[in-house]
């Protein structure tokens, strides 16, 4: 059987205050946000293929 050592949690992990980890997720929440909307507006996007037209054509370009 292997004996594993460790540290004293101290030595190896910091915690990090609530109140950042709060702002940070509020933070990341609006940069998604902010880029589905960005993303949904551009017209050099195109829509998603219907999955069954898409099935369709892989069958097709495979030579089905």
């Not at 551009?42 to 219907?50: I, R, T």
């Not at 054509?57 to 089905?64: E, H, P, S, T």
């Amino acid at each position: 059987m292997l004996s594993r050592t460790s540290a004293p949690a101290d030595a190896t992990v910091s915690r990090i205050p609530a109140d950042l980890l709060q702002r940070l997720d509020a933070a990341a929440h609006e940069e998604l946000r902010d880029l589905l909307d960005h993303a949904s507006q551009s017209p050099s996007h195109a829509p998603a293929p219907d999955p069954v037209a898409a099935s369709i054509a892989w069958d097709l370009a495979a030579g089905y």
